[in-house]
C-alpha cells in the first residue's frame, strides 16, 4: 500500500489511471468500512481509501474533537487488505485548490439529521465534490447505515461528474447494533442498550407490515423506547427509500433514527 500524503504525490500516483474505486473514510476502521474496501477490490480497478476528518461536517466543535481517531491500527488494517492507496490528505490539500463554495439543500431535504445537524450535510457534500474532483473516481462506495448521506452525495455526485456511488449494507455487532467509530465512545452498559434499541427497532419495523395507522404505532414506539433506555430521541421515522418522503406503508421504506444514549449521538435505520 502507498500512502498519499499530498496532493503532489496524489497526482504523480494517479494521473493515466482511469479506473478508480474511492472508498472515502474519517478513520477509526472497523468491520463496516472494511466491507466497502471489500466490495470496492472486488470490482475492476485500482482501490484508493482516504482518511480525512472533515471539520467543515461537524456542526459541533466539541464533536470534532472527541471525534476517535486511531491511526496507527487503521494503516494496520489498510495494509493487511492490501489496499492500493491510501490518501492522507491535510486541510490544505482538501480546500486550497478550489475556492470557498456555497452548497444549499433544497427546502424538502432539510428532514432527518439534515433538520437536527444544521450544516451537517453542506459540509459533507462539500468535501465529497473536492475529494471526487481530486481523485476522479469510477466508482465511490457508501455504507447504507449512513442511508441520507448516501441518498444527498449520490444525487449530488452522479449529477455532476461520471461517477457511479454505489451502496454497501450495514454491518453490524453481535448485539445487532451497526457499527460505528462513535460506538467506542459508549459505556458497556450503553453498548448492550443500544444493541437491544436495533434489535427491537427491527423486529418492529417487521410488525408494521399489513397494519394501519403507522404514524401512531410509530410515535409509541418512540415513547417506549424513550422511558425504557432513556433515551432522547431526534426522529423515528418511517420514510420512502427512492425520494425520503414521509411514508405510509412499509413498502419501499426504511425506519430512521437518531437518538443520544448519554452524550453520544447514534443513528440507524431498518
Ligand atoms: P465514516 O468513517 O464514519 O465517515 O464512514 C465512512 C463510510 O463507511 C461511510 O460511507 C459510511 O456510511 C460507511 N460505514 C460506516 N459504518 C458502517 C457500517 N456499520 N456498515 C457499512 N458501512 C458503514
Do not use: W
Not at 479506473?19 to 474496501?37: C, E, R
Not at 470534532?64 to 490528505?89: C, E, G, M
Not at 403507522?214 to 427509500?241: S, T
Amino acid at each position: 500500500m502507498k500512502i498519499l500524503h499530498n496532493n503532489k504525490e496524489l497526482n504523480k500516483a494517479l494521473t493515466g489511471q482511469t479506473n478508480i474505486n474511492f472508498v472515502p473514510t474519517m478513520g477509526g476502521l472497523h468491520q463496516g468500512h472494511i466491507s466497502l474496501i471489500n466490495k470496492s477490490q472486488n470490482k475492476s480497478g485500482i482501490t484508493v481509501v482516504s482518511i480525512f476528518i472533515n471539520p467543515k461536517q461537524f456542526n459541533d466543535k466539541k464533536d470534532f474533537k472527541k471525534y476517535p481517531r486511531n491511526i496507527q491500527k487503521d494503516l494496520k488494517i489498510l495494509k493487511k487488505l492490501r489496499v492500493n492507496y491510501l490518501y492522507l490528505p491535510k486541510y490544505s490539500d482538501v480546500y486550497y485548490p478550489k475556492q470557498n463554495q456555497i452548497i444549499k439543500l433544497n427546502k424538502n431535504e432539510k428532514i432527518l439529521c439534515a433538520k437536527f445537524r444544521k450544516g451537517h450535510f453542506e459540509g459533507v457534500l462539500d468535501v465529497m465534490d473536492r475529494l471526487t474532483e481530486i481523485i476522479k473516481p469510477k466508482k465511490i462506495f457508501m455504507g447504507e447505515k449512513d442511508f441520507q448521506q448516501f441518498y444527498l452525495v449520490k444525487k449530488f455526485i452522479e449529477k455532476k461528474f461520471h461517477t457511479k456511488v454505489i451502496d454497501c449494507k450495514t454491518i453490524r455487532e453481535k448485539n445487532y447494533l451497526a457499527m460505528s467509530t462513535r460506538n467506542q465512545l459508549l459505556s458497556k452498559n450503553q453498548f448492550d442498550n443500544a444493541g437491544k434499541i436495533a434489535l427491537n427497532l427491527k423486529k418492529f419495523k417487521n410488525t408494521l407490515k399489513n397494519k394501519v395507522n403507522l404514524q401512531k404505532l410509530i410515535l409509541d414506539k418512540c415513547k417506549i423506547l424513550k422511558k425504557k433506555f432513556k433515551i432522547k430521541i431526534e426522529y423515528l421515522e418511517l420514510r420512502n427509500i427512492f425520494n425520503l418522503r414521509l411514508s405510509k406503508s412499509i413498502k419501499n421504506s426504511k425506519l430512521f433514527i437518531a437518538y443520544k444514549i448519554g452524550t453520544v449521538r447514534l443513528i440507524d435505520n431498518f
